[in-house]
């Protein structure tokens, strides 16, 4: 089993600023493409930003400049540092990971979810 295991969230004014973290824990044999993805109220899950294994980074439009998504692969763990927070950026926020257990089979695993507010 992988667990997937977040922390961070919680209240903020609008220009404030949030870190994330996520850590992976298990059978692990290797992590690959870790991220976050958020849901607001009444919206679908949405993505955050994505990191590869390489370091490669992909981020929504509208948390351009804004996020920074990084791992520590000795850790097991990805980190999202969230700066000029906008009521917009409310939502729970959910960790995810592709992940080689080992057996070698690869599954994508999805944290619990940690709550962000923004309030204006």
């Known amino acids: 089993q992988v667990q997937l295991v977040e922390s961070g969230g919680g209240y903020v004014q609008a220009g404030g600023s949030l870190k994330l973290s996520c850590k992976a824990s298990?059978?692990?044999?290797?992590?690959?493409?870790m991220g976050w993805y958020r849901q607001a109220p009444g919206k679908q899950r949405e993505l955050v930003a994505t990191?590869?294994?390489?370091?490669?980074?992909n981020y929504a439009d509208s948390v351009k400049g804004r996020f920074t998504i990084s791992r520590d692969n000795a850790k097991d763990t990805v980190y999202l540092q969230m700066n000029s927070l906008k009521p917009e950026d409310t939502g729970d926020y959910y960790c995810?990971?592709?992940?080689?257990?080992?057996?070698?089979?690869?599954?994508?695993?999805w944290g619990q979810g940690t709550q962000v507010t923004v309030s204006s």
């Open positions: 990191i590869s294994t390489g370091d490669n980074t």
């Open positions: 298990g059978r692990i044999f290797s992590i690959n493409a």
């Open positions: 995810h990971s592709r992940v080689t257990n080992i057996a070698r089979i690869t599954g994508d695993y």
